[in-house]
């Protein structure tokens, strides 16, 4: 099935630092359908397994097919340099990033009889093999209230509910080489800028920002205060660990120079009592797959191994990421720590949240530990309950 109408110019063989590169290959004798469902690894031929590691062998060395994208917007021409292996949904991200419209909101109009294909479906899955293809991007609007957020929000899953990332065989290996691929190439394109210098020994606590410890749509909105809008305890939390943590904010937030003003409006980088060491954005994230009751999924990760390879004294056993969404650990699920959303600031049960000067106690019980990926973090709290009561609020 074709979903894009090509042009006839060849793909380029080599990828450059502009490119959105994913590694999703698609492997021979491995049928695809667009039903959203995959089968088990286990009837996959042994053969097709292997083809599709040599075909993820020849991605990471360069060897991918990338293509160019000729995109109009607001009367404005944008081109786009996209990988065979890349998927609709990182189009959309690339789109978000060059001209500021959400996912939600794009309308991307050139597909064959105005069929939009899922997120998950590969650039070389639209076959455009031949050449580049022309797109018309278009922003939908919505009456006011019935706007969708455009932060990722937790989807209602249990507690204990596993989200698996691939249910195993070919979907498994190309998954892992998307995603691999993504990290790598976020690495090599972004670097990431101290804000304080890294501390020898220290562990590092990465930390979000919107409905983790601030209520950014009260704050945006100007309906309480920047006091209220913060999560309570949020300074003394942040003075309490930074003897043992090194401190990353990590935000949905698109664009550094936005995030840096959320915080300096917050009063979090002019502090005596802690620093923060570095922060990161949107762009540092990319979509991976979730694969859930037989249904696959996008969702924004933030992958915890970019830091890991820019700064390696970190790692899998000393890092913790404490986050309000669970879909954004699923690459590090063991570094994860999910938090309540700290929602409607100024009202009695925002004022009462206790959850900062609990998770105090809680990073401060695990520095005596030596690897992280020991423990599991879904049950803080009891842990908290076992400690002793002193300091608590």
């Given at each position: 099935m074709s979903y894009i109408q090509p042009t006839v110019k060849a793909p380029s063989a080599e990828p450059d630092s502009g490119g959105f590169g994913p590694q999703r290959p698609k492997a021979q004798g491995h049928?695809?359908?667009?039903?959203?469902?995959?089968?088990?690894?286990?009837?996959?031929?042994?053969?097709?397994?292997?083809?599709?590691?040599?075909?993820?062998?020849?991605?990471?060395?360069?060897?991918?097919?990338?293509?160019?994208?000729?995109i109009s917007y607001a009367g404005k021409p944008i081109s786009l340099r996209l990988a065979a292996s890349d998927r609709v949904s990182d189009l959309k991200q690339a789109l978000y990033t060059l001209t500021g419209v959400p996912p939600k909101r794009q309308v991307i109009e050139g597909f064959v009889d105005g069929e939009l294909p899922p997120d998950w479906v590969r650039m070389d899955e639209l076959l455009l093999v031949d050449g580049t293809a022309l797109l018309t991007l278009k922003e939908a609007f919505w009456a006011q209230g019935e706007e969708p957020d455009t932060k990722e929000v937790e989807d209602p899953l249990k507690d204990d509910e596993i989200v698996e990332l691939s249910p195993g065989g070919v979907e498994e290996i190309v998954n892992r080489a998307h995603d691999e691929g993504k990290i790598q190439e976020i690495t090599k394109m972004?670097?990431?800028?101290?804000?304080?210098?890294?501390?020898?020994?220290?562990?590092?606590?990465?930390?979000?920002?919107?409905?983790?410890?601030?209520?950014?749509?009260?704050?945006?909105?100007?309906?309480?205060?920047?006091?209220?809008?913060?999560?309570?305890?949020?300074?003394?939390?942040?003075?309490?660990?930074?003897?043992?943590?090194?401190?990353?904010?990590?935000?949905?937030?698109?664009?550094?120079?936005?995030?840096?003003?959320?915080?300096?409006?917050?009063?979090?980088?002019?502090?005596?009592?802690?620093?923060?060491?570095?922060?990161?954005?949107?762009?540092?994230?990319?979509?991976?797959?979730?694969?859930?009751?037989g249904d696959w999924s996008t969702s924004l990760v933030k992958p915890l191994k970019v830091i890991w390879n820019h700064f390696p004294q970190f790692s899998a056993k000393n890092s913790i990421h404490i986050d309000d969404a669970r879909q954004v650990f699923s690459l590090n699920p063991r570094q994860g720590l999910r938090v309540p959303a700290f929602q409607e600031a100024g009202s009695e049960t925002a004022k009462q949240d206790n959850v900062l000067y609990r998770l105090a106690k809680y990073l401060i019980f695990l520095v005596d530990i030596d690897d992280f990926t020991t423990v599991d973090h879904a049950n803080w709290e009891l842990v908290v309950d076992e400690l002793p009561s002193n300091n608590e609020r």
């Amino acid at each position: 099935m074709s979903y894009i109408q090509p042009t006839v110019k060849a793909p380029s063989a080599e990828p450059d630092s502009g490119g959105f590169g994913p590694q999703r290959p698609k492997a021979q004798g491995h049928e695809e359908t667009w039903t959203g469902k995959v089968s088990s690894g286990s009837s996959c031929p042994a053969e097709t397994v292997l083809e599709t590691e040599a075909e993820v062998k020849r991605i990471e060395h360069g060897k991918e097919p990338w293509y160019e994208l000729a995109i109009s917007y607001a009367g404005k021409p944008i081109s786009l340099r996209l990988a065979a292996s890349d998927r609709v949904s990182d189009l959309k991200q690339a789109l978000y990033t060059l001209t500021g419209v959400p996912p939600k909101r794009q309308v991307i109009e050139g597909f064959v009889d105005g069929e939009l294909p899922p997120d998950w479906v590969r650039m070389d899955e639209l076959l455009l093999v031949d050449g580049t293809a022309l797109l018309t991007l278009k922003e939908a609007f919505w009456a006011q209230g019935e706007e969708p957020d455009t932060k990722e929000v937790e989807d209602p899953l249990k507690d204990d509910e596993i989200v698996e990332l691939s249910p195993g065989g070919v979907e498994e290996i190309v998954n892992r080489a998307h995603d691999e691929g993504k990290i790598q190439e976020i690495t090599k394109m972004h670097q990431i800028e101290l804000l304080s210098p890294l501390r020898r020994g220290k562990k590092l606590l990465v930390l979000d920002l919107d409905r983790t410890i601030v209520d950014i749509l009260a704050l945006r909105e100007g309906k309480s205060s920047i006091e209220e809008c913060m999560r309570p305890g949020i300074h003394e939390f942040l003075s309490a660990v930074y003897p043992d943590y090194d401190i990353c904010i990590w935000s949905q937030t698109k664009g550094g120079e936005v995030l840096d003003e959320k915080l300096d409006t917050l009063g979090l980088t002019q502090r005596d009592d802690y620093k923060i060491s570095f922060v990161l954005d949107r762009k540092f994230m990319f979509t991976a797959m979730r694969y859930r009751k037989g249904d696959w999924s996008t969702s924004l990760v933030k992958p915890l191994k970019v830091i890991w390879n820019h700064f390696p004294q970190f790692s899998a056993k000393n890092s913790i990421h404490i986050d309000d969404a669970r879909q954004v650990f699923s690459l590090n699920p063991r570094q994860g720590l999910r938090v309540p959303a700290f929602q409607e600031a100024g009202s009695e049960t925002a004022k009462q949240d206790n959850v900062l000067y609990r998770l105090a106690k809680y990073l401060i019980f695990l520095v005596d530990i030596d690897d992280f990926t020991t423990v599991d973090h879904a049950n803080w709290e009891l842990v908290v309950d076992e400690l002793p009561s002193n300091n608590e609020r």
